[in-house]
């Protein structure tokens, strides 16, 4: 407990912890935190009016993405293409977000019941073992958070800065006049105006708006899934609160005998049922574990609302990245091998470790089931068994977040994208 109250010092709400500010800094950038459904104090340009802002800006670059590679397409060999069609789903997934979640209510009042109900800062007094949770859920969300903050400020800063030091090395710097016999090369190639490509005027216009909407579409894809692990990560350590009530769920007093079989606490020893105090102790634990479940089964159906369409576009952009990835690498060229094996070992892991986070609710939720059988109801009266069995019927039914209210999110559904896209590549491969 020394551990635990070291933890917690000083904290009045889970916005106090350091990945929450985090989190609230980048998503208040994109329109993407709730400031004002939780009563924060906002600033002039947020609100939904800058939610607009965002959407439209994200439209402009991928209509600009779309009219350059429509114009330039013959000037490109295959490799190079990879990359334009790769940035383009990029801004494809990051205008979807602009839709589905920076302008969408529901994605805004779960936001709000997460941070204001559902967190476990607001259980982890309920008993020690809650507390424990509440420690490990939060040093994994600690260290969530850093990672995705770290990969988003390296991947923005590499995709940026090696295509400005390959101008610098070939010496397109040298001079401000315009280029003659070669072009300035651009990391979001398909951002460059038409003829800005020998302007140095042009350029660094262009590369100050790659800049930008490398970090708008970075953070748009990074943040949510950071959000969105929380929540699991959240979800995960309330089924573990919950089973763990289940598992340690109090026995009769009679059973709490010595080694010679002596009475304890007045009841006769061999007595299989519940005093009738114990029975009206038994009804308030039974009803909390009830509600406890209701809470994370509604709050999840609440994030598959919100989230699900995200969701199902996200699983659709791993499914048509993996397949052009899959066949940039097929060449096995240096070139291509060089700068495309690294970012599908990323995207495939990406999509493997997401899903895997996702698959611990449903099994939880698996678990849960045999907790709630082994309640010791032989012990209850025939109310108390009743509201047994009536528990027992609801966590029949898995709990799982679901992609456009379709498909699980999970590993079933990680194995079928995987699967397909090796399918589609070697169909490919024969044209």
Not at 146 to 162: E, R, T
Not at 228 to 246: A, E, R, V
Not at 309 to 326: D, E, K, P, V
Request: with cysteine.
């Amino acid at each position: 407990m020394h551990l635990a109250a070291n933890a917690v010092t000083g904290i009045t709400g889970p916005m106090d912890y350091k990945y929450m500010k985090v989190l609230r800094f980048v998503l208040r950038i994109i329109s993407g935190w709730p400031g004002k459904a939780l009563g924060e104090k906002t600033l002039r340009i947020e609100g939904m009016g800058h939610a607009y802002y965002n959407t439209i800006l994200s439209l402009v670059y991928l209509a600009l993405g779309i009219a350059y590679l429509k114009k330039n397409f013959h000037r490109f060999d295959f490799l190079e293409l990879g990359q334009l069609y790769i940035v383009l789903l990029m801004n494809m997934l990051s205008t979807s977000r602009a839709f589905t979640l920076c302008l969408s209510q529901k994605y805004r009042e779960v936001a709000k019941i997460f941070i204001q109900k559902i967190h476990l800062f607001y259980f982890k007094e309920k008993s020690d073992f809650a507390m424990k949770i509440h420690i490990t859920v939060h040093k994994i969300s600690f260290i969530s958070a850093v990672y995705l903050s770290v990969l988003l400020f390296i991947a923005a800063c590499m995709f940026n800065l090696i295509p400005m030091y390959n101008n610098y090395s070939a010496g397109r710097f040298a001079s401000f006049d315009n280029l003659e016999n070669t072009t300035y090369e651009q990391a979001i190639s398909c951002l460059y105006p038409w003829n800005f490509e020998t302007n140095f005027n042009g350029y660094l216009a262009a590369t100050l708006s790659g800049w930008y909407g490398t970090i708008l579409c970075g953070s748009s894809v990074s943040m949510f899934d950071l959000f969105l692990c929380l929540m699991i990560f959240n979800l995960w350590g309330h089924f573990k609160i919950l089973i763990h009530n289940l598992e340690h769920f109090p026995r009769p007093a009679s059973e709490v005998v010595d080694a010679e079989g002596e009475e304890r606490s007045g009841r006769t020893v061999g007595s299989e049922m519940y005093s009738q105090s114990e029975l009206e102790e038994v009804a308030v634990l039974l009803r909390d574990c009830i509600q406890y479940h209701m809470l994370i089964y509604n709050f999840t159906n609440n994030m598959s609302d919100a989230f699900g369409m995200a969701l199902f576009i996200y699983y659709s952009f791993h499914q048509i990245t993996g397949c052009l990835l899959l066949l940039e690498c097929s060449q096995m060229t240096a070139a291509a091998l060089t700068r495309y094996l690294p970012l599908t070992i990323i995207m495939f892991g990406e999509l493997v470790l997401l899903s895997i986070i996702f698959e611990t609710i449903g099994t939880m939720s698996e678990k849960l089931k045999d907790a709630v059988y082994k309640v010791p109801w032989e012990y209850m009266d025939t109310k108390n068994r009743r509201t047994v069995l009536i528990f027992l019927i609801k966590v029949q039914e898995p709990i799982h977040v679901k992609a456009g209210g379709l498909v699980d999110v999970g590993v079933t559904t990680m194995a079928s994208i995987l699967k397909t896209s090796f399918s589609y590549f070697a169909f490919l491969r024969t044209f």
